[in-house]
């Protein structure tokens, strides 16, 4: 158990729908990383957010959105929702936040399966 | 371009044999490298990190080297067991908050 949670586990729903995906970083991480794995693709990183602020963008579509609340926490909304949406959504959470700079461990949470109809 | 390659994209082996996996990158300024191993449909989980100036870590039957200098990593599973099986994922970080992936490595272990 990496201590970090991610709910729902599975959501299935139809196109053009919306769905709001939830993270709990660790105790005491300040940094939460979405990622984004299709199954015949590798991760793909999507956002990352450190302290309430977003401090990295990766491939994340216009019609993704993400906000860390002040208890840290952290929800990436996706809307009109695509059947290419359907993947393994993967939060991770990390203590200092510069994952590409040092060797601040993150650690993952068991993802959300979200499939689209 | 900034990528991360793996070689093999998969493989099988017997348990109880050792086997190594490759990473190729070419991502500029390089800053760290972390091998992570992922459970099919579970989040990945952290193997080993290595900055510059480190050219070997070890954890457990996973030891990772690296060659800053032809941008090549290893990583070398000793007396592998079933519950190696899994996808293994090489992963760069170039500075900031640059991180850059590789496809990953299958990996089956079979008695």
């Known amino acids: 158990d990496s201590g970090v949670t991610q709910t729902p586990k599975h959501l299935i729903t139809a196109t053009g729908q919306r769905v709001t995906l939830r993270c709990s970083p660790r105790?005491?991480?300040?940094?939460v990383y979405w990622y984004q794995q299709s199954l015949d693709q590798g991760l793909q990183f999507l956002i990352q957010y450190y302290n309430g602020e977003e401090r990295a963008k990766g491939n994340i579509l216009e019609r993704f959105s993400a906000q860390q609340f002040p208890d840290l926490h952290s929800e990436l909304n996706l809307s009109s929702l695509e059947l290419g949406d359907s993947a393994l959504y993967f939060c991770?959470?990390?203590?200092?936040?510069?994952?590409?700079?040092?060797?601040?461990?993150?650690?993952f949470g068991p993802g959300t399966r979200l499939t689209v109809l | 371009k900034n990528q991360v390659e793996q070689s093999p994209q998969s493989l099988i082996i017997l348990e109880g044999k050792n086997c190594t996996l490759q990473?190729?990158?070419?991502?500029?300024?390089?800053?760290?490298l972390r091998w992570y191993k992922q459970d099919t449909g579970r989040g990945p989980v952290s193997l080993t990190i290595m900055t510059f100036s480190e050219n070997t870590k070890s954890n457990g039957r996973y030891t990772a080297t690296l060659d800053a200098d032809t941008k090549q990593s290893s990583l070398h599973i000793t007396a592998s067991q079933l519950s190696d099986s899994a996808s293994y994922i090489c992963?760069?970080?170039?500075?900031?908050?640059?991180?850059?992936f590789g496809a990953g490595t299958i990996l089956r272990v079979k008695s």
């Open positions: 105790s005491g991480d300040l940094s």
């Open positions: 990473c190729n990158y070419t991502v500029s300024p390089f800053s760290n």
């Open positions: 991770a959470s990390s203590l200092l936040g510069l994952a590409g700079g040092g060797t601040d461990t993150q650690y």
């Open positions: 992963v760069v970080g170039g500075g900031g908050n640059k991180l850059v």
